[in-house]
């Protein structure tokens, strides 16, 4: 029993050398043609592939550098297709807000005076009207012919015309000119065509696009209220009669009270700042104040301290005054038969002296203590 032949694996084996040429160049992003390759494999910051069946077109939208990019490498055909243009750009204006970069083998000239080396008058395709009207609504530059607007280099030469032409090309948007750091053709090595190399800076720091936000704690204010209600009124009874549309005036009123909410608050802003710097120089005045107080409480003259000479002094007057004439704790006499009572008893005294000259706050009636010490 024969068994159904699934389709054959191929395995082929081939000494191409492009890819050790591009390692060469260090490039980061290759656009290749006519490489007649079927299967596309992806990168995660891909966000969307659009392709031509026939292997055309490649366009790929993703984020670089925490930007949205477009990139479209083309290869259009070598006669004149205008609607094969039409139909590429129409793909590209529905790509999401970005950057945008065109580049490949356009197969037409933009410049039929110096993108060309013969002398023949020639005219410009359809083609490549159709490109230049885009590239005006898509506000893209020719970046070689920017920096080079008097040279006359080439890409490509036809061998049935003897001529050398200018086709390959990097259309890039105009807003990003400014981080182009250079950009040249180099020589035909494996191709026909002479590479061209397109270095764009990095940029260091990305910000997003600043988007106005109202403060909706001012809503609690009904100065601010009424001032809204106002603008409002004053709006409305001069633009009213005159809108061609609900929606327009209502676009046009969310814009105008921008404005007006962005001028108010500038004025809250300033009088908040002014708080602010209130408010700052009054601590400092307070720190200076306690500063000058606490240098005041060092250097001056205090009766009685916790720790010292001083106080030992005051409660040496205390006993003195007390106690005139004897000594300042009267001491037990020992008695010939040491006994437990006598023991606690000097204890006692120690623990009473030792008090009496460290710590005690007040004066001590020693007479009295005599008295009730002979008690025991």
């Known amino acids: 029993e024969t068994q159904p032949m699934l389709n054959p694996l191929k395995y082929v084996t081939f000494n191409v050398k492009v890819y050790t040429y591009l390692k060469k160049l260090k490039a980061d992003i290759v656009f290749l043609q006519e490489t007649h390759l079927t299967a596309i494999y992806t990168s995660p910051s891909a966000n969307n592939i659009i392709s031509d069946p026939s292997g055309r077109f490649v366009l790929v939208q993703g984020h670089m550098f925490s930007e949205s990019w477009t990139l479209l490498n083309i290869y259009a055909p070598n006669f004149d297709d205008h609607m094969f243009i039409q139909n590429v750009f129409l793909q590209v204006a529905q790509a999401p807000p970005g950057w945008l970069l065109v580049g490949g083998d356009l197969n037409f000239c933009l410049d039929t005076v110096l993108d060309r080396s013969s002398d023949k008058p020639s005219l410009l395709t359809k083609a490549a009207k159709l490109t230049m009207s885009f590239m005006k609504d898509l506000n893209l530059l ?117 404005g007006q909410i962005i001028s108010n608050t500038k004025g809250l802003k300033r009088k908040h700042n002014l708080y602010r710097l209130l408010v700052n120089k009054k601590l400092k005045y307070n720190i200076l104040n306690t500063y000058q107080a606490e240098r005041a409480i060092t250097k001056s003259k205090q009766c009685y301290y916790e720790l010292g000479e001083k106080a030992h002094k005051v409660l040496a007057w205390q006993l003195k005054a007390e106690d005139r004439g004897t000594d300042k704790v009267a001491r037990l006499a020992p008695t010939s038969s040491p006994s437990p009572s006598n023991h606690w008893l000097r204890l006692l005294e120690r623990a009473l002296t030792y008090m009496a000259l460290r710590w005690a706050p007040i004066p001590i009636n020693y007479h009295s203590l005599r008295t009730t010490l002979s008690y025991f």
């Open 142 to 258: 020719d970046i070689w012919r920017q920096l080079h607007p008097q040279d006359m280099d080439y890409s490509f030469y036809s061998h049935p015309h003897k001529t050398h032409t200018h086709i390959d090309n990097f259309l890039l948007s105009t807003q990003l000119f400014h981080r182009v750091l250079d950009i040249e053709y180099l020589p035909r090595l494996l191709s026909d065509h002479s590479p061209l190399v397109l270095s764009i800076s990095i940029p260091t720091k990305v910000n997003g696009a600043y988007r106005w936000r109202l403060n909706s704690t001012l809503l609690k204010q009904p100065e601010f209220c009424a001032f809204i209600k106002e603008q409002i009124n004053i709006f409305t009874l001069t633009n009213k009669p005159s809108a061609p549309d609900s929606f327009i005036l209502w676009d046009a009123l969310k814009a105008y009270l921008r």
